[in-house]
């Protein structure tokens, strides 16, 4: 069965620094997504970012990227520049067709935390 | 175009009532997931409807069901309430598995 695994449930980033957080997956299949959402104290769950497995080019999104390694089933989200307003919940996310169905699978969340 | 739309937000219920919350999709979205977000869990799939078929089911009790309607619009039901159940509670409408967009939940909360 497919898994996320983020096995940081706090981290903490001085404001303007860069900070980076991990996600683990398991699957055997070749075609899936992966996303980080966060998730702030409005609770409106955002898409941050957006990695199709066949592409073999880290996603970016002006100041969040990732570190995509599909063979080491790796996952990682970096915030440059951190700002008070990224303070929020962060959730990793699996998804792929299964039998026509779309699956979404979530790790448990990490928690994100700007110092000024 | 507007988001999901989950109602209501906040709901406060007996131990041993039962709830129905509500949730519309984005236009043209057929796809509708729930979710229940607790600190300790995380968030948990509790089912996925298209085209008013249920198509998958997370492990949760059979206390916990849903319907989706002809406008996509879903509804999902609790009954015999337990304090376990208080949580958040979120839809996800997707029209593939490139994107699921959310809802702002339903806070739950049961006494």
């Known amino acids: 069965a497919q898994t996320v695994t983020q096995s940081q449930p706090e981290m903490s980033v001085q404001e303007a620094e860069t900070v980076t957080l991990s996600c683990t997956y398991d699957?055997?299949?070749?075609?899936?997504?992966l996303f980080w959402y966060k998730q702030p104290p409005s609770r409106q769950m955002i898409l941050v970012i957006r990695?199709?497995?066949?592409?073999?080019q880290n996603a970016t999104e002006n100041r969040f990227s990732v570190n995509f390694q599909k063979a080491a089933k790796s996952f990682s989200l970096k915030i440059s520049d951190s700002q008070l307003g990224d303070a929020a919940m962060y959730f990793c996310?699996?998804?792929?067709?299964?039998?026509?169905?779309?699956?979404?699978?979530f790790g448990t969340g990490t928690r994100l935390k700007v110092l000024a | 175009k507007a988001g999901v739309t989950q109602t209501p937000r906040y709901l406060i219920k007996t131990r041993g009532q039962q709830v129905t919350l509500s949730c519309s999709p984005i236009?043209?979205?057929?796809?509708v997931s729930w979710y229940q977000q607790t600190p300790g869990q995380g968030l948990q799939f509790l089912f996925e409807y298209f085209s008013e078929t249920q198509r998958n089911k997370g492990n949760f009790p059979g206390r916990f069901s849903g319907r989706q309607f002809s406008n996509s619009r879903s509804e999902m039901n609790v009954s015999t309430l337990e304090l376990g159940d208080s949580a958040l509670y979120l839809c996800?409408?997707?029209?593939?598995?490139?994107?699921?967009?959310f809802g702002q939940g339903t806070r739950l909360t049961v006494v």
């Open positions: 699957t055997s299949e070749s075609d899936y997504y």
């Open positions: 996310a699996y998804s792929e067709r299964d039998s026509g169905t779309y699956k979404y699978i």
């Open positions: 996800a409408s997707s029209s593939g598995y490139s994107e699921a967009f």
């Open positions: 236009s043209g979205h057929r796809s």
């Open positions: 990695q199709e497995a066949y592409k073999q």
